[in-house]
């Protein structure tokens, strides 16, 4: 039988023509060298925003402006760095980056919630950064994997969460954002109810004021935004859990099945607290999976006063809140914990796929964690570095300082505004969280009133702050200011010169309205 293939030579292999291309690595002096000179300018830029000439904290940028001025292709031979490319890269970047950039870490930024960063954190990313490893497996870095644990449990206990939710029985894992954390408690959910009810129509279940993140969940995850029923609050904006009974009522009478209870502590618009004790009794009436979203107001736990919060807590199945806004830690670091043997198990069921390629026998023996069983990447970087030299530098009592300090500024600002008959406070007082409207005749002109203040304070570059809507006990909604104190650098002479700002763009803005 005639064999077309074509043979294989045998022998040496022929060298490539021409001199063979070396890519242009830095050597490790080299990386010294430039590496100082980048902590240097990080530094600089800290100290600039803490200054006198400090930069507006609103970038002034129009849309496609930053894009226009880029290359449209990446330079055949490149610049390198270790030559006088560098000079040229930080050049580019006070000119074409700078501009466009909104300061998250500018002391007047009270906008959306605080993003804060330290100088520990950014030592532990970067060592994150320089060691590279990745940590989707306990074999492709046990350190990884182990200092995760123990930090997380570490936490845990900070924090006076429940034992069960430490790795002697749950256990934590670090998420990329809370929408991570709430989308791989929605999975490991209808996992379980699809396991018990396979034909079942599922139902969530979350507040009206809960962040958006539970309905896109229920999007990508296949629930669809159609079965989340968004519960109704009470007056201060927390779930009301007789609500919550009527709508699975209701959707038990139409035959579909509840399976999962959204709650928030600290809710994104006015930084309410949903009741974890009689909520969780109706979910387990049900058995509804309960995940708690903590993402802001999670960091002050580590504060006992605030720890009022979580009362009911061990009815939840997961809780998660973001070191990454107020405990000091960079951006992106969510911390998501499971209550007990039973939801950890559900969760890694509901996410594990074991190639071949990915086993061993550490993980074949069930011998350890394999975090990549936890969420949806594969993929992970060494994110609990940042968060123990964060907890390692503050320690316990400097954490606690870190967010008092932002709640007694806000509790002062929350005396100003109640004193000023301009103003009004559409909700109590959260944590370092203040909602406030100017005055008018009705609620349209307030809300006239309140959108020019905005404007106007936004457009200053003295200070950068964020609004919202809020429900309103006589019906409608209310155009509100929101006031979010929590910047690193923030203090209260920054608190004090922005009030001042605020105080004198109210007078103007009632005068030319």
């Known amino acids: 039988m005639a064999n077309n293939e074509p043979e294989i030579a045998s022998g040496p292999v022929p060298p490539l023509p021409g001199p063979e291309p070396a890519p242009a690595h830095m050597s490790p002096a080299e990386f010294r060298e430039l590496g100082h000179r980048m902590v240097d300018y990080i530094a600089g830029y800290y100290e600039r925003l ?17 894009a226009g001025v880029l290359p449209k292709r990446v330079s055949e031979a490149g610049s390198p760095l270790q030559e006088s490319g560098f000079d040229a890269m930080l050049h580019d970047l006070e000119e074409l980056v700078m501009p466009g950039l909104t300061h998250w870490q500018h002391p007047n930024f009270y906008a959306f919630f605080p993003a804060n960063s330290s100088f520990p954190a950014i030592l532990g990313d970067m060592l994150a ?13 046990p350190a990884c994997t182990e200092v995760e644990t123990a930090v997380l449990d570490q936490v845990a206990r ?49 507040s009206t004021q809960a962040h958006s993140s539970i309905v896109k969940a229920a999007m990508v995850c296949g629930i669809g935004r159609d079965r989340v029923r968004l519960v109704g609050t009470d007056e201060t904006l927390a779930m009301n859990p007789d609500r919550l009974r009527d709508a699975i009522q209701a959707d038990l009478d139409a035959g579909l099945t509840p399976f999962f209870v959204g709650a928030t502590l600290g809710t994104t ?11 969780g009794k109706i979910a387990a009436e049900h058995d509804c999976w309960v995940h708690v979203d903590a993402a802001w107001a999670g960091s002050a736990l580590v504060c006992e006063e605030h720890r009022w919060m979580l009362k009911g807590i061990e009815r939840a199945s997961s809780f998660s809140f973001n070191p990454h806004k107020w405990l000091l830690t ?7 914990w499971l209550n007990g043997r039973a939801r950890r198990d559900e969760l890694v069921s509901a996410m594990s796929i074991v190639p071949e390629y990915l086993r061993n026998r550490a993980s074949d023996e069930g011998a350890v964690i394999d975090y990549r069983d936890w969420h949806v990447p594969l993929g992970r970087r060494f994110r609990a570095l940042k968060l123990w030299f964060v907890l390692r530098h503050y320690g316990a009592s400097g954490l606690r300082a870190h967010i008092r300090l932002h709640c007694r500024l806000a509790e002062r600002l929350e005396r100003v505004i109640r004193a000023d008959d301009r103003v009004e406070l559409l909700t109590p007082r959260s944590l370092s969280l203040l909602c406030f409207a100017v005055r008018g005749s009705d609620f349209t ?14 457009d200053s570059g003295k200070a950068y702050l964020t609004h919202t809507t809020l429900p309103h006990p006589d019906g409608g909604s209310r155009y509100a200011v929101r006031f979010a104190i929590g910047a690193t650098l923030t203090t209260k002479e920054h608190v004090q010169d922005t009030w001042r700002l605020i105080s004198e763009l109210i007078d103007e803005v009632r005068g030319d309205l």
């Open 445 to 458: 002109e307030s809300e006239r009133l309140s959108r020019e203040l905005l404007r106007r304070v936004n």
């Open 269 to 279: 618009s006015s930084g309410a607290v949903d009741p974890l004790e009689p909520i």
């Open 330 to 336: 960079n951006f992106d670091c969510s911390l998501m």
């Open 158 to 206: 900070l924090i006076a969460l429940p034992e069960s939710f430490t790795s002697t029985d749950g256990g934590g894992v670090i998420q990329g954002t809370a929408s991570e954390a709430t989308l791989a408690a929605m999975v490991a959910a209808r996992d379980r109810a699809q396991r018990k009810h396979p034909e079942a129509d599922l139902v969530a279940y979350t």
């Open 50 to 66: 803490n200054s006198a000439g400090r930069p507006d904290v609103l970038s002034r940028a129009k849309p496609g402006e930053i």
């Open 129 to 141: 950064t320089g060691l590279a490893v990745q940590g989707m497996l306990w074999q492709t870095s």
